[in-house]
C-alpha cells in the first residue's frame, strides 16, 4: 500500500510560477519512478514529467523548458516546479508513482487524490 499527498495547488495568473508537492508513504520502498498527470475537462489524462530513482527525468513537450521535475528521497517527496504558467495548464494534477522505473505504464501507478492548478489570463 502506498499513499500519495498533495499540496500547492491553486490560482496564479498567466506567466506566474506554483511548486506541487507529492509525499508518498506506506510500501515506499517498492517506488522506483514518481512524477505527474494532469486532466483538463474534456481532455484525456496526460503525463507532465517523470523522475526515475536513478534520476532520470523527463517532459511533456508542452512543458518543457517551464517545469522543471526534482525529489528529496529523504523524504521521498517529489515536487514540480511551474514557471511561466498559462491558461492550458489548468487541469488536476495528479501525483503519481510506480513500483516499474517508469510512470508511463497507468494501470501499474499509486495514484494521488489530485489538486487544482488554475491560471487565469
Known amino acids: 500500500q502506498v499513499q500519495l499527498v498533495e499540496s500547492g495547488g491553486g490560482l496564479v495568473q498567466a506567466g506566474g510560477s506554483l511548486r506541487l508537492s507529492c509525499a508518498a508513504s506506506?510500501?515506499?520502498?517498492?517506488?522506483?519512478?514518481m512524477g505527474w498527470y494532469r486532466q483538463a475537462p474534456g481532455k484525456q489524462r496526460e503525463l507532465v514529467a517523470g523522475?526515475?530513482?536513478?534520476?532520470?527525468?523527463e517532459y511533456a513537450d508542452s512543458v518543457k523548458g517551464r517545469f522543471r521535475i526534482s525529489r528529496d528521497n529523504a523524504k521521498n517527496t517529489v515536487y514540480l516546479q511551474m514557471n511561466s504558467l498559462k491558461p492550458e495548464d489548468t487541469a488536476v494534477y495528479y501525483c503519481?508513482?510506480?513500483?516499474?522505473?517508469?510512470?508511463?505504464?497507468?494501470?501499474?501507478?499509486?495514484w494521488g487524490q489530485g489538486t487544482q492548478v488554475t491560471v487565469s489570463s
Open positions: 523522475i526515475t530513482n536513478s534520476g532520470f527525468t
Open positions: 503519481a508513482a510506480s513500483r516499474l522505473s517508469t510512470v508511463r505504464v497507468p494501470g501499474a501507478n499509486y
Open positions: 506506506g510500501s515506499i520502498f517498492s517506488i522506483n519512478a
